[in-house]
């Protein structure tokens, strides 16, 4: 299977179907330290917060959307502005098919067009699909917190990954706005 697909921006009407893709991550894995899946209300509120000042893009294939990619604040003090988090998450059954390479893709290239600088990727261990695709982004390793999540009734350890968007040249602008 290949996602052979559309990448758009989402929406709040794209919120149910995005809250059915992730329940299963929050329910049956530790892959997100949630442990109570979101309503589609709460994700069409994440989806407008995130279409702010960073990007959710959903994948669409046959008009059904079977994936979604987002960007977020990395941290909340000031001086972290120009850095953000990313996350992507597939369909079950649609991982490992270039949907998520096609979705960062497209969001990486939005961020960087938005003036961040870098971006993270924070992966629970082990999870060597997503360590290969950040990797195969050019993402590094930054460091791992040990038994930092409590999950499933074990500590699970999480990797932060990250990604140079842009190079150190002085600042013109502010993060955030299209440019």
Known sequence: ?????????????????????????????AITFETEPPTAEEMARRIEAANLRHAWLVL?????????????????????RWACDASVY????????????????????????????RVMGGVTQPNEASMGL????????VGTYRRVGWKLGAWHD?????????????LAAEPGELR
């Open 1 to 29: 299977m290949t996602w052979d697909g559309n990448i758009r921006r989402a929406t709040a009407d794209d919120a149910a179907a995005c809250a059915a893709i992730y329940a299963p991550y929050v329910t049956d894995t």
């Open 60 to 80: 669409e294939v046959d008009g059904a959307v079977v994936g979604y990619a987002y960007g977020t604040e990395h941290r909340t003090r000031a001086a972290y």
């Open 90 to 117: 597939l369909q079950m059954d649609r991982r490992r098919t270039g949907g998520g390479r096609a979705l960062y893709t497209a969001l990486l290239a939005i961020l960087a067009a938005r003036g961040y600088r």
């Open 134 to 141: 950040h990797r195969s982004f050019g993402f590094s390793d």
């Open 158 to 170: 999480v990797t932060w990954l990250q990604l140079d968007l842009a190079p150190d040249e002085e």
